[in-house]
Each structure stands twice: as structure tokens, then as C-alpha cells.
């Protein structure tokens, strides 16, 4: 495929321009035609830094993406609650739930196939027993299914809104209410693919209901419930409000604080999940604790 490189364009890496007008195909995977030499720059190989010119030819020879393979890897898990169809795991921050653009091991799916003899195969090979995600950069209790009914069971109570979902977010700033609730669509942000906005009419119906739990001089803890299960909806939402979440430099918060340590992350954590067995009905509550990184950063606040 051929791209010219307007004049608006001018000045841009050749990676990031290329990754702005392909959206469909990662910024990492276009870096890899870039170094397999199937982007040629007028007829020229070049790096991926390099600053396009308005005018400048750009040949575009995409590669298929290399097949992705979920394999055990002996990487530790907390689990927080266990039965015979449903097991809770408590993800740290920094792992992502599955292989994806990028990133091919360390998930928790890799965790998983070592951890557990039989998994749920309904959402596919790369995502065994993976009903619902969790943000990278997000911690807490994610719930994962052992077996194809238990699986739809609980993907049914997911998309059905039955699933109470509870999250601690410390945010920016003196929230003025002591408990509100914010209804926003969310939709992919036309201007920065990688992030969601929730300033468009259209979008997906989402709503984030929230109160306070403690005031800092220069922040606010809040218990957050979600009745819907948006893309980034949380962060989305309290950002749109004027308070992002601390640490999520993606949705406006300052990447440092002054007089606070680098937290490493973004403070978010998803504290308790209320669900119906499958097979018995029961409702089954399982909490996880507040990550050990933010006990830590938030008694450093006093």
C-alpha cells in the first residue's frame, strides 16, 4: 500500500505517522515491517525515528503477524477463591491477561495453563477461562472459568449486569460530592487510538456510580461500582469529571507528583466481586486486598 505524507504530517517519526493513518496494526508491528525492510521511504530503507518530509513516497508492504501460542509458563499466582467450576485470581499490576500486539509470555494465560489442568475453551485458544479483563496496569481480583458451562454461565451474568463489580481509585484533587454517578458513552478517541473518550454523543452506554472513602489535602479515595464493562471506562469516567486517577498519565494525571515517590502505576485496584455460582447459584463475594504498592504510597500521604 502507498501513503504520502502530508504537510500536517511533516516532522513526525516514521513509526508514529505510519501507526496514526494504519490504526489497525500496532505501533510495535509496524516497526517490525520498518526493520524487516518492507517500508520503503521513497524507494529507501529507513529507521523507524525517521522524520517523514511532506511529499516523501511511502511503500507499505504488510507481513502477516506471526502466530501467537498461549504456553505454560511457571509464573506464580494468588488465588483468592476456588471451586470446582470458578477460580479467582488476584492479578498484580504490570501483567497482562493474555498474549496480544507485543506481547507473547508473562501473561496470566501462560500462569494459568501451568497452574491448572483444565480450563474453559469457549473464548479460544489464547484466552482459556478468561471471562472478563482487568487493565495491565490494574490490580486486583479477576475471575477466570474452569470449564465451557461455567463459562457461559458467567459471561451471561457479565453482559446481563448481574456481576457487582468494586473498585478503590485514589484520584486528583477534592472530589466535591461525597458519592455521585457518572453516565457517559465511551468510544475509541478519533485523534489517539490508544485511548477512550467519553466527551463524543456516541460511544457505548457506560456508568460508573461512586462515593468517598477519605480525603487527602491534595487527593480523594473512592469506592467506584460499574454497570458496565467499558474499555478504560473507570479511568475514562473520573477523568472526565476533572479527577484522573494518580499515576494514569494516559488520561491527564502529571506523571510526577511533587513531594510523593513515582508510584509506578496507576492507582487502581479492583477490590471485591460479587457473582452467582454456576452450577449451584449461590452467591459467591470474593475480595481482594489493596495492593501492597498502594497500602504503601497511600500511607505515605498521612
Known amino acids: ?33 520498518i526493520r524487516a525492510g518492507r517500508v520503503l521511504v521513497d ?33 506464580p499466582l494468588a488465588v483468592l477463591y476456588e471451586d470446582a467450576d470458578v477460580v479467582a485470581i488476584d492479578k498484580p ?12 509470555s508473562g501473561t496470566l494465560v501462560n ?7 483444565e480450563l474453559s475453551g469457549v473464548g479460544g485458544a489464547l484466552r482459556p477461562g478468561i471471562v472478563h479483563r482487568l487493565d495491565r496496569f490494574t490490580s486486583g481480583v479477576l475471575l477466570v ?24 481509585a485514589l484520584v486528583h484533587g477534592r472530589v466535591k460530592l461525597e458519592s455521585g454517578r457518572i453516565e457517559r458513552p465511551i468510544a475509541r478517541d478519533p485523534r489517539h487510538r490508544t485511548r477512550m473518550t467519553a466527551r463524543r454523543a456516541e460511544g457505548r452506554a457506560a456508568w460508573s456510580q461512586y462515593r468517598v472513602l ?5 487527593f480523594t479515595l473512592l469506592e467506584v461500582r460499574i454497570g458496565t464493562g467499558r474499555t478504560h471506562q473507570i479511568r475514562v469516567h473520573l477523568s472526565s469529571i ?30 471485591r466481586i460479587r457473582f452467582e455460582q454456576p452450577s449451584t447459584r449461590e452467591e459467591v463475594t470474593v475480595v481482594s486486598p489493596l495492593a501492597r504498592e498502594l497500602e504503601e504510597w497511600i500511607q505515605g500521604l498521612g
Do not use: C
Not at 511511502?58 to 509458563?73: F, H, K, R, S
Not at 472459568?145 to 478503590?168: P, T
Open 214 to 218: 477519605r480525603r487527602f489535602e491534595r
Open 145 to 168: 472459568a474452569k470449564n465451557d458451562a461455567a463459562h457461559r454461565q458467567l459471561a451471561a451474568q457479565f453482559s446481563g449486569r448481574q456481576v457487582e463489580k468494586v473498585y478503590l
Open 43 to 75: 524507494g529507501s530503507t529507513k529507521r523507524a525515528s525517521y522524520l517523514v518530509r511532506a511529499g516523501d513516497a511511502i511503500d507499505v508492504d504488510p507481513a502477516e503477524a506471526p502466530p501467537l501460542d498461549a504456553t505454560p509458563e511457571a509464573i
Open 242 to 271: 476533572g479527577h484522573p486517577v494518580v499515576g494514569d498519565t494516559l488520561y491527564g494525571a502529571p506523571a510526577k507528583i511533587e513531594g510523593l515517590p513515582l508510584l509506578g502505576r496507576f492507582f487502581l485496584h479492583a477490590h
Open 1 to 33: 500500500m502507498l501513503v504520502t505524507v502530508d504537510l500536517q504530517d511533516a516532522g513526525k517519526r516514521l513509526d508514529q505517522m505510519l501507526h496514526e493513518r494504519l490504526p489497525e496494526f500496532s505501533r510495535s508491528r509496524i516497526q517490525d515491517w
Open 93 to 104: 499490576a504490570g501483567m497482562t491477561v493474555h498474549a496480544g500486539a507485543g506481547v507473547h
Open 111 to 117: 500462569a494459568l495453563l501451568h497452574r491448572f489442568a
